[in-house]
């Protein structure tokens, strides 16, 4: 069986929401059925068949091939299975995923990973504003399961993160991990101002010594403790820059924001 | 607990030690396993040690614990060198807390350690809290850390962070395994135990739980003293031979026993083959006349070890 492969015919002239294209919703169904689905878009629907070429027969493993930017929420929902986004995944891609994993081989949009609980998603490119937060007005951020950016992502990463990891081997924007509730952000590259910004626990990993903190951080000093040690090894399996980077510490650890509880840590590599 | 109900004449030798024809009996115990880890192995055995000692037996002791064995550096969940111990207790209830107050009083308080499940998932029963227990010491500081797929807890103590991992697999073991050594005097008793125990210790799933491994206070059920559940086990007291209804074969000066508690029946039969084979060794002209073990007719403990059963 080969996975099941949905090409791009045309780019769709507003946004449609993707989401019904995931394991659990195609399993068992024909080509037939499956291209008859409807997608919703912003004010009309479109079957599946008109917007896509589909092969394969594979419903675990599904492939969007030529994506654009219009194609939103791709694995929203996720419960298991593997979906791979080939071109530019759109926004809310993984949204509220429970499970599988989900590879953009591209760029994706913004809100990538927004409110998952599980599973993984791996993006090769850049990934844009609030990946792994909330939908606007919600409480919580991602809750579990990991997202990985091998590029940078935009502002406000980690927004009312819950748990999880949310590892970025680029740069990140401005207010990353900002209200954050608890969880493990990394930035290989750098990062933007106000990191942490009132964040009540979690754990901020910067490989950049001249990340600059807001005033509301205490210095804790230079500590080599055991979890981060811990934590470190156990992102080997995510890529080599995170294998190289468990090698890294003492930390400079700060502690903040102190403007709201004060307990979550930001650790700082050779600072 | 008595002991030779069985047969000595035609027993089974082994170097011309009579192995008698009976069976240690067993109960089912509750028990876990805590990998205790340090930067140095003085340091993770300090604590081991701490934590399992006065648990020789669950009668006055509350729980039964031992060091299982060392662990290599590559064999720990953080990397450093490491010592797994065992703890049984006859509840789940009284296994919870003695873990809890083991592993407050005597790992926690231990410069450098850390302490970790070594329990299987796949073969956990229950879960323990241990972390989420300890928890509280850490006065609202403590944090929670997801390493892995497992929750562990950062508490703030005095040289840095003890880490402790949340949760302790619970797993049905076996107490109560036992063999006696039947020997021509003290010395030689002592001499076979010691090479029982050492081949016993190389045994894994199992404790020794007694000073050294080896008990030499063998007890019967009840007293003439009212307030007393145990007393000593008068049938094997040398010094009793000709007072009381005495077991011991003649010849015989001096008895020890050897008790294991183990996560199975077949590492506890495992390690009794162990142990009586090394007790053996060196046969009469070590002073060794014979082995038996201890049970209670076989209406209490469910887990039957015949000696014969386990030596072939």
Redesign the interface.
Known sequence: MSALRFTLRHSPPSAIDVSGLRPSALAGRTRKEIAAIALQGWNEAWQVGDLFAIRGDDASRIVIDGADDRLIRAGAGLEGGELTIVGVAGDYTGEAMRGGSITVRGDAGDYVGAGMRAGRIEVTGDAGAFAGSGRAGELRGMSGGAIVVRGRVGDRAGDRMR??LLLVEGAAGDYCAARML?G?LVVLGRVGIMPGYLMR?G?LLFDEPRTQLPPTFNRNGR?D???I???L??LSGHGRAFRQFARAGPFGRWLGDLGCDG?G?VLIARE | MTAGNGDVAGALAIDGVAIEDTFAEAFGMRATRLVITADDRTWARHAAVSATGFATSVIACGCEAGIERDLAPGETPDGRPGVAILIFAMSSKDLQKHLERRTGQCVLTCPGTAAFNGVPPAIAHEWLNLGGALRYFGDGWQISKLIGGRRHWRIPVMDGEFVCEEKAGLVKGIGGGNFLILAADAAAALAAAARAVGAMRKVRNVILPFPGGVVRSGSKVGSKYPALVASTNDAYCPTLVGAVRSALPAGVGAVLEIVIDGLDAPSIASAMRAGIMAACRGGLRAGVIGITAGNYGGKLGPHHFHLRQVLE
Do not use: F, V
């Open positions: 748990r999880g608890a493990t626990r754990t500590h403790l055991l979890a040690r811990l934590l090894e156990s307990k840590e």
